[in-house]
């Protein structure tokens, strides 16, 4: 499945944008800068029933975004 396909389904079953996922993630209080990957991927799985991948794909457009930090390095 194309990286496409999984945006197009989660809209299908969501009914929303990755940014409309953002807009909500910020006004229930879930998105911020520094999050981490298992705080959206928590609620993506518990508020629209989504994945593991469909979630990890709406990760993935928040970084390429710039919506979150970036991991630093490990030392």
Same mark, same amino acid.
């Given at each position: 499945?194309?990286? &496409? /396909? ?5 809209? /299908?079953?969501?009914?929303?944008? @990755? $940014?409309?996922? #953002? %807009?909500?993630?910020? $006004?229930?209080? %879930? ?7 298992? /705080?959206? %991927? /928590?609620?993506? #799985?518990?508020?629209?029933?989504? *994945? &593991? *991948?469909h979630a ?6 928040f970084k390429?975004? *710039?919506? %979150?930090?970036? @991991?630093? *390095?490990? #030392?």
């Open positions: 499945m194309s990286f &496409q /396909a999984y945006l197009d389904n989660i809209r /299908a079953k969501t009914g929303k944008t @990755p $940014e409309q996922l #953002k %807009v909500l993630a910020d $006004e229930v209080g %879930v998105y911020s800068p520094t999050m981490k990957a298992s /705080a959206l %991927v /928590a609620w993506l #799985k518990r508020d629209f029933a989504l *994945g &593991q *991948g990890m794909a709406i990760w993935a457009v390429d975004k *710039g919506w %979150v930090e970036a @991991p630093k *390095g490990k #030392k």
